[in-house]
Nanobody, 119 residues
Framework: QVQLVESGGGLVQAGDSLRLSCAASIRTFSSYAMGWFRQAPGKGREFVAAIRWSGGGKSYGDSVKGRFTISRDNAKNTVYLQMNSLKTEDTAVYYC????????????WGQGTRVTVSS
């Protein structure tokens, strides 16, 4: 059974930083691409960032480029999202996702962690 558990969300002020973590119980974690998505109130799910199994091939959504950084530690089965210069429009529930590397498919999802950025 695959489980993805996000943590690190919370209430911060605009301009602050926050780091999200996603711990994965995947037997072959290092063969999976990992991603972060978010869903703001009343909006659809939005791609935030993704990283390939090797730690390379990073990609970002336009709204977070230059502010967010995705990374992973395959020894710890964990993926991170460092969020800097947070804006009120970053307020959302952030979801971790996993999928077979190179397929652009996301087979597994976490329950989400809420990030609220106040002005």
């Amino acid at each position: 059974q695959v489980q993805l558990v996000e943590s690190g969300g919370g209430l911060v002020q605009a301009g602050d930083s926050l780091r999200l973590s996603c711990a994965a119980s995947i037997r072959t974690f290092s063969s999976y691409a990992m991603g972060w998505f978010r869903q703001a109130p009343g909006k659809g799910r939005e791609f935030v960032a993704a990283i390939r199994w090797s730690g390379g091939g990073k990609s970002y959504g336009d709204s977070v480029k230059g502010r967010f950084t995705i990374s992973r530690d395959n020894a710890k089965n964990t993926v991170y999202l460092q969020m800097n210069s947070l804006k009120t429009e970053d307020t959302a529930v952030y979801y971790c996702a996993a999928g077979p590397d190179g397929t652009h498919m996301w087979n597994y999802w976490g329950q989400g962690t809420r990030v609220t950025v106040s002005s």
